[in-house]
């Protein structure tokens, strides 16, 4: 019985862990998954600061001031400020005790020992402490994928390290007789494998560490097949495996799983391209069976296996769904619900979406420059041009 896109997501994310967290330096924290919340241990800035380079004043009327110091960046003065007095100030140097505002340097005038200024508001020119974030203030929640914003805050809080979800290990394998690696001269009936580059690079897209290398090609044979799956399971979280689990002669993928003790959770999506999609369970471990064609791989990895890499992480698995609009017709299908690779513009109304080119799922390039896929519902008829689609956005 095939199942809807919906429901093979739910019986994966049913099945899939998040990996214990792990302490990391900041440095290398880009990509990985927040796994506290993190607070404001410190006010931000951390003191009354400049923000221009000038003269620390008592706001005030237009003045002459006596210059009685300095206060440089990373060199404050705790010489208190008097009445009739400025204190010469760069940007990012600490307020002195008694000064209210900063009078930016183009607008005085200095002369011996003295300056100009003219009438100046309390406040002008200061960088309040706290003014960015409190102390114990919520700064970025648990889940949030680490950017380089989040980087930069981590740093300016304090934080030398952050608790971090772990790095899911995923084994790429790929079957198939048929399979040349680039690079190699092809024989009559012999294909290249993209499978196995398409898949991990996607699996590093989504943050997870391919163990294998996009060579690992298994040949269409049972023991084969078994030992391959063995090792990949013994040394990776998440097993993906393109081609040979459909119901020929030389598909021995699904029972070389089942003698491995891995048990199968669903098998067939009513979903083009991608239906004879696979997927099961051993001790807390996932095994993806992705269909061979090129295509099918890719969208069925998109679909069901990254929001699974993306909860190991620690991160919300949550789709990027919406809507566009159909720049072209898009027929459905009558039994399947359709996945169509598009290009993605923004115009007057909104984001529009069409298709990069002709859809078969062995026509890889359609999966070039494909930024969002639309998800037309199997049914009668089309989604005609003009109307709107579900769209699910590429990372
Ligand atoms: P299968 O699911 O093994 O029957 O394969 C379906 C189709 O995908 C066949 O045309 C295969 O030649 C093709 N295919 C299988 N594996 C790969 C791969 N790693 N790279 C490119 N095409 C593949
Ligand atoms: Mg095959």
Redesign the pocket.
């Known amino acids: 019985m095939l199942i809807s896109i919906a429901e093979a997501r739910e019986r994966v994310l049913d099945e899939t862990p998040t990996l214990l967290p792990e302490g990391v330096p900041i440095e290398y924290a880009l990509g990985r998954v927040l796994a506290e919340d993190v607070t404001a241990a410190e006010d931000l800035p951390p003191f009354d600061s400049s923000a221009m380079d000038g003269f620390a004043v008592i706001a005030g009327p237009a003045a002459e001031l006596a210059v009685v110091g300095e206060s440089r960046a990373g060199h404050p003065t705790d010489r208190p400020l008097e009445p009739g007095e400025a204190i010469r100030i760069s940007t990012g140097a600490a307020i002195p005790p008694g000064a209210d505002a900063v009078v930016p340097i183009e607008r005085v005038e200095v002369q011996d020992g003295r300056v100009l200024v003219p009438v100046t508001e309390a406040g002008a020119n200061v960088r309040h402490s706290g003014e960015d974030l409190r102390r114990g203030e919520a700064v970025i929640a648990a889940g949030t994928e680490i950017g380089p914003a989040e980087v930069a805050m981590l740093a300016a809080l304090g934080k030398p390290a952050a608790r971090v979800g772990g790095v899911p290990r995923v084994a790429v394998l790929?079957?198939?007789d048929?399979?040349v690696a680039p690079g190699e001269p092809l024989a009559p009936g012999q294909?290249?494998?993209?499978?196995?580059y398409a898949i991990a690079a996607l699996a590093s897209r989504a943050g997870a560490r391919v163990t294998s290398r996009g060579a690992t090609i298994v040949r269409d044979d049972r023991a084969a097949t078994e030992a391959a799956l063995s090792e990949a399971l013994d040394s990776a979280d998440v097993v993906c495996v393109?081609?040979?689990?459909?119901v020929?002669p030389h598909?021995h993928v699904k029972p070389a799983l089942a003698a491995l003790g891995v048990e199968e959770r669903f098998w067939g999506v009513r979903l083009k391209p991608g239906k004879?999609t696979w997927f099961g369970v051993r001790d807390g471990k996932l095994v993806f069976g992705l269909?061979?064609?090129?295509v099918s791989a890719m969208v069925t990895f998109h679909l069901f296996a990254r929001p699974a890499l993306r909860r190991l992480a620690g991160a919300d698995p949550g789709d990027s769904r919406t809507t566009a609009i159909a720049d072209v017709a898009l027929p459905r299908a009558p039994e399947r619900d359709q996945v169509i690779r598009c290009r993605l513009t923004l115009q007057g109304d909104g984001w529009h979406v069409e298709p990069t080119k002709a859809q078969g799922s062995?026509v890889l390039s359609s999966m070039l420059a494909a930024q969002a896929f639309a998800l037309v519902d199997a049914g009668e008829g089309e989604i005609g041009a003009g109307e709107r689609v579900g769209i699910e956005l590429l990372g």
């Open positions: 790929v079957t198939g048929e399979l294909i290249r494998n993209s499978n196995g393109s081609g040979g689990v459909s020929g598909d004879p269909p061979g064609n090129p062995h």
